[in-house]
């Protein structure tokens, strides 16, 4: 979806987000949703992974495509992308790719996150391009967002394995 921007705060557009997190959880997905803002035109996604499916179908890789199919380059230099969590290595790679000026992003990814919870490859010597990284926006609720997912899958595959649950 793209519209044209109406300049939010961080926050807000986190929250934004959240929104969209929520409906890929709706339908089985990861709940991380992504806002990327180039220039006036505004583009959201939200992981569509087990919908698709595709292991690249993360909210942030498919807010850049969409951004970069729509505006007819690839380069995105002085955009900004608010997403409910760190970006993983590809993401890292995909946001470096397309010059993004600016990440915001809520909670930290303590098993895989790249701009600074495992890795950071923002911060690399060896990337040609460096985006501005702000951490923490709307951490509780987008970490509390997560736990409630993975929490309510755990409870469904325990359903699933107790003896005279039909499966």
């Not at 987008?142 to 499966?167: I, M, V, Y």
Request: hydrophobic share 45%.
């Amino acid at each position: 979806m793209v519209r044209n921007a109406r300049m939010l705060s961080d926050t807000e557009y986190v929250r934004v987000a959240l929104a969209l997190a929520a409906e890929a959880a709706g339908e089985g997905d990861v709940p991380i949703g992504a806002v990327l803002v180039v220039g006036e035109r505004t583009f959201y996604a939200r992981n569509e992974k087990e919908r698709r499916p595709d292991p690249t179908a993360h909210a942030e890789i498919l807010a850049i495509r969409q951004a970069a199919a729509t505006l007819g380059r690839w380069r995105l230099s002085g955009a900004a992308l608010f997403v409910t969590k760190e970006p993983c290595a590809m993401c890292a790679g995909a946001i470096v790719a397309a010059r993004i000026a600016r990440v915001v992003y809520g909670c930290r990814d303590p098993k895989g996150g790249a701009a600074g919870s495992v890795i950071d490859v923002f911060a690399s010597e060896a990337v040609n391009h460096r985006p501005a990284v702000t951490s923490g926006v709307l951490e509780e609720e987008t970490a509390a967002q997560l736990r409630a997912f993975f929490q309510s899958r755990r409870a469904g595959a325990e359903a699933k394995d107790r003896p005279g649950t039909a499966s």
